[in-house]
């Protein structure tokens, strides 16, 4: 369940290790790896969070996610008829 979110701090760390890494031997091109692991970590553990909270909402008001879910059909259909 908390899978990328896990995986999304795991590479958070080790982007900091390896930035880390970098200033210690002043290789400016692992400090650059190192941060952008550290931002992909984070982007991964946010998209993990935000599909969780979805998850639990869905469970919690199934009915509001039909019916948005129906909305959007609605919509999308409307949009791609028009061609």
């Known amino acids: 369940m908390y899978e990328d979110q896990t995986k999304g701090r795991t590479e958070e760390l080790k982007g900091q290790a390896q930035e880390a890494a970098g200033r210690f031997t002043e290789d400016n091109d692992l400090r650059r790896e190192g ?31 039909l ?7 609605v919509f999308l259909g409307l949009i791609l008829g028009r061609r």
């Open 35 to 65: 941060k952008a692991r550290q931002a992909a970590g984070k982007v991964q553990a946010n998209y993990g969070e935000t599909v969780d909270s979805m998850r639990e909402a869905t469970v919690k008001n199934p009915i509001s996610a």
């Open 67 to 73: 019916a948005i879910a129906g909305g959007v059909g």
